[in-house]
């Protein structure tokens, strides 16, 4: 914080501690991207964080998000142990040691989505993409087997925090963020232009050309496969630009297509 004006100083009361949050003027000059038609579209998930797709700028990549998942996974595990312990011993649920044991779990998924968010954003400036388009995260999870409500609920969150993180950082820059409807994504070919409904309707039955296989591919009307999340990314974008299509996508990238259907790489974040 040396050097910088500070404006605001909150102080948050916590079970056995407090937490100083600062406010302070940014006057970092950041580079600016001008408008252009460079796009993104991002699919959200668990394993796989983020799917990237763009229009025909730089092929599919992924950011792993397995990291946050073994991270709640070992917060889940020592968290029960220690509630165990303490209903034996004390007939409570909660302590100093649990919420110590959950400020560490908050912080290291807090300081992975940061990182995360900044390789996106980076992409972006490389790449001079001016607009970006994620899948709605309510949605993001019906394809996620979640297990339990705590689980849900953590997930959730971190998507949550991820948008909304990436959504600023993004701003910084003049890139546009939008949140898109995500209803039918997983479900449609892209391949094939599928028609998508712009929601979920309680009675509609759409019929599509594909369908979504095991071990994450999707299979077009003529059997072509296409990892599945880079489908549902390409559908999102389709969504958000429905002039957009696999055979605009085609024209522009020619017989290479193949390698724009699946990912070229997987981001880890350390």
Same mark, same amino acid.
């Given at each position: 914080?040396?050097?910088?004006?500070?404006?605001?100083?909150?102080?948050?009361?916590?079970?056995?501690?407090?937490?100083?949050?600062?406010?302070?003027?940014?006057?970092?000059?950041?580079? @600016?991207?001008?408008?252009?038609?460079?796009?993104?579209?991002?699919?959200?998930?668990?394993?796989?964080?983020?799917?990237?797709?763009?229009?025909?700028?730089?092929?599919?990549?992924?950011?792993?998000?397995?990291?946050?998942? #073994?991270?709640?996974?070992?917060?889940?595990?020592?968290?029960?142990?220690? @509630? #165990?312990?303490?209903?034996?011993?004390?007939?409570?649920?909660?302590?100093?040691?649990? @919420?110590?044991?959950?400020?560490?779990?908050?912080?290291?998924?807090?300081?992975?989505?940061?990182?995360?968010?900044?390789?996106?954003?980076?992409?972006?400036?490389?790449?001079?993409?001016?607009?970006?388009?994620?899948? $709605?995260?309510?949605?993001?999870?019906?394809?996620?087997?979640?297990?339990?409500?705590?689980?849900?609920?953590?997930?959730?969150?971190?998507?949550?925090?991820?948008?909304?993180?990436? #959504?600023?950082?993004?701003?910084?820059?003049?890139?546009?963020?939008?949140?898109?409807?995500?209803?039918?994504?997983?479900?449609?070919?892209?391949?094939?232009?599928?028609?998508?409904?712009?929601?979920?309707?309680?009675?509609?039955?759409?019929?599509? #050309?594909?369908?979504?296989?095991?071990?994450?591919?999707?299979?077009?009307?003529?059997?072509?496969?296409?990892?599945?999340?880079?489908?549902?990314?390409?559908?999102?974008?389709?969504?958000? $630009?429905?002039?957009?299509?696999? @055979?605009?996508?085609?024209?522009?990238?020619?017989?290479?297509?193949?390698?724009?259907?699946?990912?070229?790489?997987?981001?880890?974040?350390?």
């Amino acid at each position: 914080m040396i050097g910088k004006t500070i404006k605001q100083v909150e102080i948050i009361p916590k079970s056995h501690s407090f937490q100083a949050v600062f406010v302070y003027e940014d006057q970092t000059t950041y580079r @600016q991207v001008a408008s252009n038609d460079n796009v993104m579209s991002i699919d959200l998930g668990l394993n796989n964080l983020a799917t990237c797709v763009t229009n025909s700028v730089i092929k599919p990549f992924i950011v792993d998000g397995r990291r946050i998942k #073994s991270v709640n996974a070992y917060y889940n595990k020592r968290k029960a142990l220690i @509630q #165990s312990e303490l209903e034996k011993s004390r007939g409570k649920r909660w302590s100093n040691r649990l @919420q110590s044991l959950t400020d560490w779990r908050n912080a290291r998924v807090n300081d992975y989505l940061h990182k995360a968010t900044a390789h996106v954003v980076k992409t972006c400036l490389t790449h001079q993409i001016s607009f970006v388009v994620v899948g $709605d995260v309510a949605k993001s999870l019906d394809q996620i087997n979640l297990g339990t409500k705590t689980n849900q609920n953590f997930v959730n969150l971190s998507l949550g925090q991820f948008v909304e993180k990436l #959504s600023y950082k993004l701003g910084q820059h003049s890139i546009k963020l939008i949140v898109a409807n995500e209803s039918y994504t997983s479900k449609a070919s892209f391949k094939d232009s599928d028609k998508m409904p712009k929601k979920y309707e309680k009675n509609a039955k759409p019929t599509y #050309s594909g369908k979504r296989l095991k071990r994450g591919l999707y299979r077009s009307k003529d059997e072509t496969l296409i990892n599945a999340d880079v489908n549902g990314a390409y559908n999102i974008l389709r969504k958000s $630009d429905c002039s957009f299509s696999f @055979q605009k996508l085609i024209n522009k990238v020619g017989n290479g297509i193949k390698s724009w259907l699946h990912p070229t790489g997987r981001v880890f974040i350390k």
